[in-house]
Structures are given as structure tokens and as C-alpha cells.
């Protein structure tokens, strides 16, 4: 970058010569550049002289600033950095942006002003100011001329708000809160300032005064690279000059290793399937890079974490308070995947499913800058619904895209991680080929966690031991066989004493193997100790969590929340990134599974409970049990299984894995269920009267059924609506007749039950299922209706990935009803059945059963039970895509019937009497756009 000519020691001269050669400097600066000194800042030398060094900053065709004459005004009174701060009393500007107001210099107290300038001297410190003004005020003029800062390209880095552009914004203000992130204060009021404010540190840094007052990782032209080079590509644009290369930025170089980066992906931990914490997903981003000289192992490759900073604060009402009301920051952390994994895959047993952006080359390398700059400034709002880790990878993104492309978050009042990536899949880039290919590619390799391991383990144990009845007598495979059940127990000691019978249940199985198939069953009986080894690590990283969790609530009880506030948390962070040599000597610990286990290793917490201490010992029996395995795993390896290749046996096993994955992924659809709509047009067929036409129209915030298959969605076993509605209207002549509505607030089902090894009770063998919502039919007596219902769910049948299922449900349902006079509150029980089976063909086409049955109490004036049924069969039959569109057609038929139960006539009557009450046929036909 251009640096100033040093100032002049000389003072202000006194005699005749000196102020004829300060009036015709004074009088030269008005005709070279239209800047007009008068009174005593036409008098002061030195003033003179930093006008002359800021002017000779800037590239010479911008040295004249357009908007025609500009005076510099000196008052006599002093303000913090010698300039105004826009108020009344001590404006910047006046008369239309004709007058610079300048002041008498004064030390402040800003923290970011001052960072990178305490190794100038005071008097360096007030020339360094004095150009820098002059810088501000030539800039503001060219971006008024030029709107530079209202451009997107600019606007994005600190993401810009507009009045009115989002809800409750009623001012132009940036999303990064972080003070540290701008120049200084009053880079913060507007896009405008932040630009000028900006420019007057890149013409004028630090080291223009003094060659060594910064290191040079700390320069600001090694920390704001996306500002300059947008700052560059703007006077670039303007053809008002170039800037010099920012030159060898040795600690961002390093870290960066920009020639041998592959590719960027955007990882999604998905959710497991139990916990409905967990549905919404987490979006992170992985820079993939080339293996170099040096192999670095998997562990050690980086990941962004876009979080919200929480601290160790509790999670409880008030924690999610602040978590949907911005108590915390989101922030961007450099962590790497072993920290990753150690969380996701094992504690929390999520797999994190990989998708690769496909940018250009200048986009990769933008996106690193990002990445750097954001991890040291990038503090965003947190708001759970809107401003959360799918906004800020967008934040990142949009921040580095090429040619003025920008992705649009996919809502305004709720931003999805998974509709994200709908998002980005939707949107078009051009290859290094020409062709067009979607910005977001799925990469059939997921990153599998522990428990999801675990169950295909157990599916291909089961496998390994059909195959090994073909190659063993009887008697050889009962010991294993009996080993293989003492293995499935939900009880660490019976476990751990099977893993002690495994090696001579193996050895013998082997020894009575015919000769020419004992090769086959040694593969077969090493891959099953491999299999059974990995469902017991699931058990023992279950156990972790859950000692974990124990712990933290220990700590919490003690009330050393405060040691652990978030605020404090991104103070501490914050000071650390200020400077880089504090960054090199201090390795950061960014996992926060890591700042948890330091923080519970070192603090005193109370005595657990009887149940906390019931867990932690089966967590010690857990953990033996998990010695034993492989403690067994090693005998047969050194032993009788020595002659197997354990790497042929990983790289087979990852073959079937990857394989299978991609089998899924080509026939699943790629959209998650966020945003949906549905519109239908069929029949009814009420008790009484003639069929008439219906038309619905469906809409869904979220809606992912039991059993669909989504590249961007949710676990297939899980379903989850949210604010899920559907409205029935008679079209005829005039206004529409309203037959009914249906509103779902929130409801959850899963069918996926724990693992048998990591079973506690009953529940843990069952799926369950809650919803909330409201429903209206204009020809009930009561037509309004609230409900809430909960069910346990028992699957009696299913396949792997639950595309197709048969489950029952047992629960209870409490509802209130009401009309204009009357409400009536009722309770019972809820009997459902569940059918699912998949059809051939892409995108997850299925034949859908759901039936109901409920009973239930009235209260009130008349009280008594009521009986209600409906059943609903459904067709989801995928057509394919049509240019960026996915068409699903959903013919169905409804029936639903409610009333009270007449008594059978005897034994002698030829025939049953009708239940009373009313009925509703519907056939339909729905048409769904993706």
C-alpha cells in the first residue's frame, strides 16, 4: 500500500520567507486540488505539512476530490483524535460536505483507534491523525460521488442493513457487533463511515509513521484483506488508480496454504433420530487441502464452527431465552475435526453428511480471507430462528462470491440449515468447463458417527454369522452364537463377560473350518469381532456423554455459572485475536467439549444424586466392558486372525458404506421439507347431502414425514411439522364456503429405538411421538377445536433406512372444544396405526397409510364418551424434475367418522345398528412444486 512522505521536524517559521513559502504551499494544494486552507489552518505549518503527506497517500487521480470546493475548518477547542464525532457540538462537516471541521488533537480512550498505534510516539500518534483526516475527507467525497459503500460488494463484509430490509430494523446498522471489526467507533454508524473510516487506516497504517511500529502479521493489510481488495477493486473500477500486492502476509499465508487448498464443503451434523434437540441440524465448513510433503493426519484437518458462544452457562429457560432473543454472539471458530468428531460423531453420535461448494478459484481464496478475518472479528447477533449458524455461512459465503452473485437466505422469520442448503443446491455457478453445475454438490462419504456405526455393525454381524453357518458345523458356531447373545444385552457385566468367552468361541470356530474354506472364515470371524468392537465403542461414547452432562450439572449446582458467562468468554477471545504473535504463542482452546472437560477437571462439584451415581458406575462397567472388547479384539488379531489384512478389511467395509450411501442419495429427493406447499382439488362425500368440490391449500414451515428420503433433510426414521396447515374451502359463485382447517404448531414422531446395548428401560425399546395444534370443520356442532396428544410407538416392522415401516401407537389425547356459547373439554386414549412402503424410482415415491382411534370423556353439561376414527390413504408418487422445479403428485382418500357408539342388538339379530354421529369421505388429488 502507498505510504506518506515522512513529516517535516522543522516548526512553523516565523520570518517573511517561511510564510511566503507556506502561503504558496497553502495557495498550491487550492489550485492542485480544490482544498482550501484559511485563517489558522492556513497558518499552521504542520497542518499544512500533514495535508500535503495525506494528499500524497492517496493515488494522484483521486487527490482532487470531486463535489467542487472543500475547505479544512481548525477550531481552537480539542476533541479525541483531533475530529468530530457528527454531533452538534463537534461536527465533522457542515455547509452541504463544502467544510472539514478539524480540531485541536486530544488522546482518546477508544480502544480499536489506538490498538495498533503504542509504539508511536504522541507526536507521530497527532500527525498520523491529522492525515488520516485528510484522507476521510477526500474519501467521503469519492464515495459520495461514486456510492461505493452502498454497493453489495462492500456492504456484505459487515453485513449492511438497510432501514426496513429486515423486520425491527428501523436504521442502517452493521450484523457484526463486534467494535473490533471497524477502524474505529465511527466506522460502526453507517456503511458510508465504515468505508472511510477503513480507507483512512489502509492509506495511512501505522507503520507509514514508523516503519516498525507493528509487526507485519499485524498490519492492516495483512488483517483486512476482503476490505482492501474491495477498496482496490472499486478505484480499479473508477480507473482513479491501483494499489500495491498486500505482499507476504507470513502468519495468514501459512495458515492459509492457498496453492495446495482442493475444495471447500459444508458439512450438516444431522440429527440422530431420538433426540428432538437435535432435528434443526448444524451447518459447518471444512477447507479440504491437498496432502503435501508432510501427512497430516484426519484429525488435524481444520473446520469451521459457526456457533453461538454460550460459555458454560447452563441450559435451562434462561439460556433459551438468550438464545432466541440475541443474549449470545455467533462467532466463527477454527477448530479441527478431531474436536469435531470427538463431539458430534461419538458424544453426541450424529453423522455429519458432506457437501462440496463449487467455487472458482478467486472464490476459494476469498473464502479463506473470510474465514481468517471472520474468526478474529466476525461477531454476529445469535437468534435462534433467523440469525443462527445457517445465516452465518451464508454471511461467510456472500462475502467471497464472485461477479455480484449473492444466495438469498431461504426466510425472513425462520433460516433453516437444511432449506440453507435447499438454497445453495438451487443455485447455478459455471465450472472451470463452462458447464453449469449447482453451487452445492452432495459428496456420498458421510462422516458416520458411532451410533449409526453401531447399527449397521449390527446389521452386518447378523449377515457374518448366516454366512458363517454355511462355512462351520453346528457345534463350531453355537459357542459364537452364544457369545453373540450374551453381546446384545443392554447390561455392561453380561457384555463384558461375553467379550471374555470371545476369543476361544472364535478360536474354535475357526479350527473346525474345512480347509478349503478356513481363508473365507477367518475374514468372516475377524470382520464380526471388528463389528461387535464398534457397537461397543457406541455404548462406552454414550456412557461419556452421559458422565459429562452428570458432571456439568454438578458444576452448575455449585453456582460457577459466572466463571463461565459467554460474555466473558468472547472478552477473553476477543483480546487473544487482537494481536498475532498472542494468537502463535497461545494455542486457543476453541472445542467447547474441551472448555467443558478443562473447566470439570479443575472445579469442586457436589456429591451426585443416588441416580447420578447409579449411571456413573454403569458408566465404569461400560467402560470395562469396552476394555474386555478390545482387549479380546487384540488377543484374536496377534493370534489366530494374524493372517488378515485389517486394511483390506477397512477399505472393503468403507466401500460397502459409501456405496450404499449413494445408492440412497440417488433415490432420495434432494430438498429438505422447509417451506412447502400443497394444492389439492378433489370430492367430498358428506353423511347427508349431495358430494360436492373441494379445494386445499396445504402450506408447511416444515414438514418431513416418517420415512422420506432427503438429501438436505432429517433422519428417514423421524418426522417433524411445524406450523403445518392446511385449509378446505367449496369453490362456487361469489366467496368461497370454508369447510374446515387444520394447524399443526409442532409435532414430532420417531420410530428409531436405542440400540440394544444402550437400553435403561421399556421406553428405550420405543419409538414416541407429541403434537400441538388446531383444527375447525364447519359441520361439527362445536366447529373449533385445541388438541394435544402424546404415544409411545412400537415398530413391528421395518427396513433399514425405514422407507418402509408398519408401527402401532398407544398415547393419550386431551382436546378442547368450543363454539359461539359453548366449550368442552375432553380427555382419552389414542390407538394409530403406521404403514409406509416404498415404491420404486427416485425421490422417495410411497404408498401411505395413517388410521386413528379415539375414545374420549366430555365434561360439562352433556358429559359422556364420544368416539372418533379417521383413516387417510395416501400416494406420494415422485415425477422427476422439470428445469429448477421437483414435482410430487399426492393423490389420496380421507375418511373420518365421529360419534357415539349405538348397542348391539343381541345375539338373535340378524344385523348391527349404525353408529350415530357424522361422517366425511374425500377423495383428492394434490400437486406439490419444489
Not at 135 to 157: N, T
Not at 289 to 305: C, I, K, L, N
Request: charged share 25%.
Amino acid at each position: 500500500m502507498p505510504h506518506a512522505a515522512p513529516f517535516p521536524n522543522a516548526e512553523p517559521g516565523t520570518n517573511s520567507a517561511q510564510a511566503s513559502s507556506l502561503a504558496s504551499r497553502v495557495a498550491a494544494l487550492e489550485a492542485t486540488t480544490g482544498i482550501i486552507l484559511r485563517d489558522g489552518a492556513a497558518r499552521d505549518a504542520s497542518l499544512v505539512s500533514d495535508v500535503e503527506a495525506g494528499l500524497a497517500a492517496l493515488p494522484p487521480a483521486m487527490r482532487r476530490p470531486p463535489g467542487g470546493r472543500l475547505e479544512f475548518v481548525l477550531h481552537p477547542e480539542s476533541a479525541p483524535l483531533g475530529l468530530g464525532d457528527g454531533s452538534k457540538a463537534l461536527p465533522d462537516w457542515s455547509e452541504h460536505r463544502e467544510q472539514f471541521h478539524l480540531y485541536r488533537y486530544a488522546p482518546t480512550t477508544e480502544r480499536r483507534a489506538t490498538l495498533r498505534l503504542s509504539r508511536l510516539s504522541d507526536a507521530e500518534t497527532e500527525h498520523l491523525w491529522r492525515r488520516r483526516a485528510v484522507v476521510h475527507a477526500v474519501m467521503q467525497r469519492w464515495d459520495d460521488a461514486k456510492g461505493w459503500s452502498q454497493r453489495r460488494q462492500w456492504r456484505r463484509l459487515d453485513g449492511w442493513i438497510l432501514p426496513f430490509e429486515r423486520p425491527l430494523t428501523w436504521k442502517e446498522s452493521a450484523s457484526i457487533t463486534y467494535a473490533g471489526a471497524f477502524s474505529r467507533a465511527r466506522g460502526q454508524v453507517s456503511a458510508s463511515l465504515d468505508l472511510i473510516t477503513f480507507a483512512e487506516e489502509l492509506f495511512i497504517p501505522a507503520e507509514s509513521l514508523r516503519p516498525d511500529a507493528l509487526p507485519v502479521d499485524d498490519q492492516v493489510r495483512c488483517q483486512e484483506l476482503s476490505k482492501a481488495r474491495a477498496l482496490t477493486e472499486f478505484l480499479a473500477e473508477a480507473q482513479l488508480g491501483t494499489l500495491s500486492a498486500r505482499g507476504d502476509c507470513p502468519a495468514f499465508d501459512a495458515w492459509a496454504e492457498a496453492d495446495a487448498l482442493s475444495h471447500l464443503e459444508v458439512l450438516l451434523i444431522a440429527a440422530t433420530g431420538r433426540q428432538p434437540q437435535s432435528l434443526f441440524g448444524h451447518l459447518l465448513l471444512r477447507p479440504v487441502w491437498r496432502e503435501g510433503a508432510v501427512v497430516q493426519g484426519p484429525s488435524f484437518e481444520r473446520v469451521v464452527q459457526l456457533v453461538a458462544l454460550t460459555g458454560l452457562e447452563s441450559k435451562g429457560l434462561g439460556y433459551l431465552v438468550k438464545g432466541m432473543t440475541g443474549g449470545y454472539s455467533t462467532v466463527f471458530l477454527t477448530g479441527t475435526l478431531g474436536d469435531i468428531s470427538h463431539e458430534s460423531l461419538e458424544l453426541e453420535q450424529r453423522t455429519i453428511r458432506r457437501f462440496r461448494l463449487n467455487l472458482t478459484p478467486g472464490e476459494s481464496q476469498r473464502m479463506l480471507e473470510r474465514i481468517w478475518e471472520l474468526e478474529r472479528r466476525g461477531y454476529l447477533g445469535y437468534y435462534f430462528f433467523t440469525d443462527n449458524c445457517a445465516a452465518a455461512l451464508l454471511f461467510l459465503l456472500n462475502g467471497a462470491l464472485e461477479d455480484g452473485r449473492h444466495v438469498r437466505a431461504p426466510g425472513t422469520l425462520w433460516v433453516l440449515p437444511t432449506a440453507t442448503l435447499d438454497t445453495l443446491a438451487k443455485t447455478d455457478v459455471v465450472d472451470a468447463n463452462g458447464r453449469a453445475v449447482s453451487l452445492l454438490e452432495h459428496l456420498p462419504d458421510a462422516f458416520e458417527s458411532t451410533g449409526d456405526r453401531a447399527r449397521r455393525a449390527l446389521t452386518e454381524q447378523e449377515r457374518l454369522l448366516t454366512r458363517l453357518a454355511t462355512l462351520l458345523p453346528p457345534h463350531a458356531l453355537a459357542p459364537l452364537r452364544d457369545v453373540h447373545r450374551h453381546l446384545q444385552s443392554s447390561e455392561p457385566d453380561v457384555r463384558r463377560a461375553g467379550y471374555g468367552g470371545m476369543t476361544h468361541a472364535v478360536t474354535t470356530a475357526l479350527a473346525s473350518a474345512p480347509s478349503p474354506a478356513r481363508a473365507e472364515a477367518r475374514d468372516a470371524l475377524h470382520a464380526w469381532v471388528a463389528q461387535a468392537v464398534r457397537v461397543e465403542r457406541a455404548a462406552v461414547d454414550q456412557a461419556e456423554a452421559e458422565v459429562l452432562a452428570i458432571d456439568r450439572e454438578r458444576l452448575l449446582d455449585l453456582d460457577l455459572r459466572r466463571e463461565g458467562r459467554a460474555s466473558d468468554g468472547a472478552l477473553d477471545r476477543q483480546r487473544l485475536f487482537e494481536r498475532e504473535d498472542s494468537v502463535q504463542r497461545k494455542l486457543a482452546v476453541l472445542d467447547r467439549t474441551a472448555v467443558l472437560q478443562q473447566a470439570l477437571a479443575s472445579a469442586t462439584k457436589r456429591p451426585p444424586t443416588p441416580d447420578e451415581l447409579k449411571a456413573l458406575v454403569r458408566a465404569g462397567r461400560t467402560e470395562a466392558a469396552f476394555a474386555a472388547a478390545t482387549d479380546a479384539q487384540g488377543a484374536l488379531n496377534d493370534g489366530p486372525l494374524a493372517d488378515v489384512d485389517p486394511r483390506a478389511f477397512l477399505a472393503s467395509d468403507h466401500q460397502r458404506k459409501t456405496e450404499a450411501e449413494a445408492t440412497w442419495a440417488r433415490g432420495a429427493l434432494r430438498e429438505s421439507g422447509a417451506a412447502r406447499t400443497v394444492v389439492s382439488a378433489g370430492m367430498d362425500f358428506p353423511n347427508t347431502g349431495a358430494a360436492r368440490p373441494v379445494v386445499s391449500l396445504r402450506t408447511s414451515a416444515m414438514n418431513e414425514a416418517l420415512g422420506d428420503a432427503r438429501l438436505h433433510g432429517f433422519q428417514s426414521s423421524s418426522e417433524l411439522r411445524v406450523l403445518d396447515g392446511e385449509l378446505s374451502v367449496e369453490p362456487r359463485w361469489g366467496v368461497p364456503r370454508i369447510l374446515g382447517s387444520r394447524l399443526t404448531l409442532v409435532g414430532y414422531r420417531t420410530l428409531l429405538p436405542e440400540l440394544p446395548q444402550q437400553r435403561r428401560s421399556v421406553s428405550d425399546s420405543l419409538g414416541w411421538g407429541a403434537e400441538a395444534g388446531m383444527v375447525s370443520d364447519s359441520e361439527r356442532a362445536l366447529p373449533f377445536r385445541a388438541l394435544v396428544q402424546a404415544e409411545a410407538l412400537g415398530v413391528v416392522a421395518a427396513s433399514e433406512r425405514f422407507d418402509t415401516f408398519l408401527a402401532v401407537g398407544l398415547g393419550a389425547r386431551a382436546t378442547m372444544d368450543w363454539g359461539q356459547l359453548q366449550s368442552v373439554p375432553a380427555v382419552g386414549p389414542r390407538l394409530s396405526l403406521s404403514h409406509r412402503t416404498g415404491l420404486p424410482g427416485p425421490g422417495g415415491s410411497a404408498l401411505r397409510l395413517e388410521a386413528a382411534y379415539a375414545p374420549a370423556w366430555h365434561a360439562g353439561a352433556v358429559s359422556g364418551f364420544t368416539h372418533e376414527a379417521n383413516a387417510t390413504l395416501q400416494v406420494e408418487w415422485y415425477l422427476g424434475r422439470i428445469a429448477h422445479w421437483s414435482v410430487l403428485l399426492t393423490p389420496r382418500a380421507q375418511v373420518q367418522w365421529e360419534g357415539r357408539l349405538a348397542s348391539w342388538p343381541g345375539h338373535g339379530s340378524g344385523r348391527a345398528s349404525l353408529p350415530e354421529g357424522w361422517a366425511r369421505r374425500r377423495l383428492a388429488l394434490g400437486v406439490e412444486l419444489r
